[in-house]
């Protein structure tokens, strides 16, 4: 008799979710942080931001904030990889295509997040569960050549890919290494706390030496797209999404990744002028099928 996949469990659905619909959002306040401020400085001031939540939080909780040595260096790795290097990448690429694009190139997270699981954390998945995985992956790449075919043609769309798959990859090694034993036995609000203090202070610092002193724009949206992106988006996304890591791994917890941009296309429509083909159709239809079909098997080996 099989069992339930463990994504369909409450205590793990909530927080997929919660972070699902919150990344879905973020694309394009994202591309309303480029033009006066470098994006180096923007990361910096969505960290801190980020930082300050975190450290608020995990003292509203009485939580522990000691993490020792070893915790130090895995919450450093963290940073240099998802906080830092990713979104680095990120937000560069947005500058060449658009949100939607981003979010849709970033579902590939799955790939390696599953892939790197095996490798070094010995996490199998299931055949239904590639079997899903691949169907999503077909409708994300039919998204994704309808994005393509529709850039201006003065648009460098192979660079703006190029740098979100390097993100995309970045991404990947710090999901793993918070899925490893080692990041687990850390309690994760202070080990975010922790890791987005490095990825703050290593912004700035990367900031100041490619960007010159700080910068900052004053309007109203801009202010309050950095407290979005790194309260709601950071503090709380990134909470709620280790907490689905650890429960089900790196490469079940990614298929969050593969709903953001159903999220982040609909919001495109709005405010990009992005207009829906069949194709378009076609390749949303696929990505929730195949998350429909992986949500259908046994629950993953350890």
Known sequence: MSQRHPLLELRVQLPFWVCTIIWGTTWIVIRDQL???????????????????????????????????????????????????????????????????????????????????RVF????????????????????ALLLIEEYRAAPPNADVGLGIILVLTGVFCASIGNVIQASERAKALPVASLLAWGMLWGALINAAWALVSAGPPVIDTRLGYIAGVLYLGVAASAVAFLTYFNVIRLVGPAVAAYSSVLTPVIAMVISTLHEGYEWTLLAALGSVLALAGLAIALSARKPSA
């Not at 400085?41 to 000691?66: C, E, G, K, N, P």
């Not at 981003?102 to 599953?114: G, K, M, R, S, W």
């Not at 998945?125 to 992956?137: D, E, P, Q, T, W």
Request: net charge positive; proline share 3%.
């Open 35 to 117: 033009g006066e401020v470098p994006p180096s400085w923007s990361i910096a001031y969505r960290f801190i931001a980020a930082a300050v939540a975190m450290f608020a939080w995990v003292a509203f909780t009485r939580q522990d904030l000691r993490i020792g040595r070893a915790g130090h260096g895995v919450a450093l790795v963290m940073a240099a990889a998802i906080f830092f290097a990713n979104f680095n990448f990120v937000y560069r690429s947005e500058a060449y295509i658009t949100s939607g694009l981003v979010a849709l190139i970033f579902a590939l997270l799955i790939v390696p997040n599953t892939i790197l699981a």
């Open 121 to 140: 954390l010995g996490q199998r998945s299931s055949l239904r569960f590639f079997l899903g995985a691949g169907v999503a992956m077909a409708g994300i």
